[in-house]
């Protein structure tokens, strides 16, 4: 089983930065495609960002792109999305997830493992 948990949400005026990280169990490493997601309140839950185990290719929304990295370390089994210049639109809670495949970077339906999330609010 693939477990993931994120931690490093906070709250951050506009233009600050932030850097999240996705904890995951060594069988995550397995999985073709690491992912973050949001979800604001009434919102649908929306890519941010993806990153594929064997070749290291990234994908981004066009609202992050150019602000926020997604980026990983195997040896501390960890994932990162580092975000600057956040802008109050970014507020949302951000989820890690992990899909055994790959075929499908950017959509939610692909991925099989979530983590609980963590919160990122930030202010005008």
């Known amino acids: 089983q693939v477990q993931l948990a994120e931690s490093g949400g906070g709250l951050v005026q506009a233009g600050g930065s932030l850097r999240l990280s996705c904890t995951v169990s060594d069988q995550a490493f397995i999985n073709a495609a690491m992912a973050w997601f949001r979800q604001a309140p009434g919102k649908e839950r929306e890519f941010v960002a993806a990153?594929?185990?064997?070749?290291?290719?990234?994908y981004y929304a066009e609202s992050v792109k150019g602000r926020f990295t997604i980026s990983r370390d195997n040896a501390k089994n960890m994932v990162y999305l580092q975000m600057n210049s956040l802008k109050p639109e970014d507020t949302a809670i951000y989820y890690c997830?992990?899909?055994?495949?790959?075929?499908?970077?950017?959509?939610?339906?692909?991925?099989?493992?979530w983590g609980q999330g963590t919160q990122v609010t930030v202010s005008s």
């Open positions: 990153i594929t185990w064997s070749d290291l290719r990234t």
């Open positions: 997830a992990a899909d055994r495949f790959g075929s499908s970077p950017k959509s939610k339906d692909a991925y099989e493992t």
